[in-house]
């Protein structure tokens, strides 16, 4: 058969932890905690499968979630949406992303993405038949050239995507970016979708700027989540959409009929769990600003040039001192030779800019990050 995505191979993510097994290699690659969720969550989704919450959720997500994410929302955005119609859950934030596009990207329309940009936008906006606009982001902030998007947008622009805190750099966005973005959108039909699954990690004491406290980005925006990122669990694949009434509308005509619905006793726990221990998610940004710094005090010692990182869960490091090779090169020899697993950054660009750059996550528990790091500073 003649292919739909013909530039999509298997993911970076499953190559390197494929990799990282076979060599048995400490995996700092794929982006996922090798940490449990809280107990009481797990015991809330154990409950809620014995108290028989096991057929079809409501198709845009139970109320008791719905409530929790809407007081959430207020609390730190001071935004109040509507519980009905204004949030839908999902089985992920990648269902949310391709929901979102699906809705209303049309064939033929562009939409700007900022590389290097997660691996799943650009399949998703070439399933639409549309195209994707890549505009680099600047190194090594990683920030957005917002005279760049001004130039790149066209008649044909239907969407601009965002992603902050940044996979794979860290980097946030700031209030002015915001209202940069909020300058460029105004008076035309482009939709905003904010990929913000990493919104309860930014560190230094910074406030994450989601567009949801924006109240005119807001009013064109979807705001998709994930609590994979939050509540350590990226195995349960659930997340969620915010967005005005008439874009939920379009949005939960694909939801519905991707998927219908989500894991139905995972939504009963995060409701019960997000009621009893609204602190997790404050927590959140010391949990992982404490893990962030034992991680760079441990690669202090190292050859490694350490980025800055202000939010989410990777560590950029610049390898230059230690081999002169692309990274993609360097992250197979890396895992091969080193037995550490990270991740390249060219697969997030369209055009690479040659940076020798190596992403590693440290969400991971003290033992996993000092026999990584043990075997980082041997190179
Ligand atoms: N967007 C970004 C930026 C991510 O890092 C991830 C997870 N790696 C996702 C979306 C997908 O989230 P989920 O696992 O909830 O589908
Ligand atoms: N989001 C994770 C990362 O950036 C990986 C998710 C996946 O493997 N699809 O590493």
């Known amino acids: 058969i003649e292919t739909k995505l013909p530039k999509v191979g298997t993911t970076i993510f499953t190559v390197m932890s494929q990799l990282a097994l076979e060599h048995k290699a400490v995996n700092l690659g794929q982006g996922f905690p090798d940490f449990e969720p809280p107990q009481p969550l797990r015991d809330a989704l154990a409950r809620a499968m014995d108290e028989g919450r096991n057929q079809y959720a409501p198709m845009h997500g139970t109320a008791g979630l719905r409530e929790q994410i809407a007081l959430k929302t207020e609390r730190l955005y001071g935004r109040k949406v509507d519980v009905d119609r204004e949030i839908t859950v999902t089985s992920g934030a990648t269902e949310a992303l391709f929901a979102a596009m699906a809705a209303v990207v049309r064939a033929g329309d562009e939409v700007i993405v900022f590389d290097p940009a997660y691996d799943s936008y650009e399949p998703a906006i070439d399933l639409q038949g549309a195209r994707a606009v890549h505009i680099p ?12 998007v001004r130039d790149a947008i066209t008649p044909k622009t239907r969407m601009i995507l965002v992603n ?10 700031s209030a002015g970016d915001l209202d940069e973005l909020a300058a460029i959108v105004r008076d035309t039909s482009i939709v905003v979708l904010s990929d913000e699954v990493y919104e309860h990690i930014v560190y230094d004491g910074a406030q994450h700027q989601s567009v949801l406290r924006h109240p005119e980005l807001a009013e064109r925006s979807f705001v998709i989540s994930s609590f994979g990122k939050t509540y350590h669990c990226t195995g349960w694949k659930v997340g969620y959409a915010i967005a005005p009434p008439a874009l939920s509308a379009e949005f939960r005509k694909v ?6 619905c989500t894991f139905h006793p995972a939504q009963v726990a995060f409701a019960e769990f997000m009621a009893s221990s609204p602190e997790h998610y404050l927590e959140l940004p ?3 600003q404490a893990k962030r710094d034992r991680f760079r005090a441990l690669l202090a010692p190292s050859r490694f040039k350490l980025l800055d990182v202000p939010g989410g869960y990777f560590q950029l490091v610049d390898y230059s001192a230690i081999r002169d090779e692309d990274d993609v090169a360097f992250s197979r020899w890396l895992v091969e ?3 550490v697993a990270g991740i390249p950054l060219t697969p997030f660009y369209e055009t690479a800019p040659g940076t020798r750059l190596l992403r590693l996550c440290f969400a991971k528990s003290d033992a996993t990050m000092e026999a990584g790091a043990e075997r980082l500073c041997r190179l």
């Open 255 to 260: 939801h519905q009929y991707l998927t219908f």
């Open 286 to 288: 010391a949990f992982y």
């Open 164 to 173: 902050s805190p940044h996979n794979p750099s860290g980097a946030v966005l």
């Open 137 to 148: 982001l600047t190194v090594p902030a990683f920030s957005i050239d917002w005279q760049r």
């Open 337 to 339: 030779q080193g037995g």
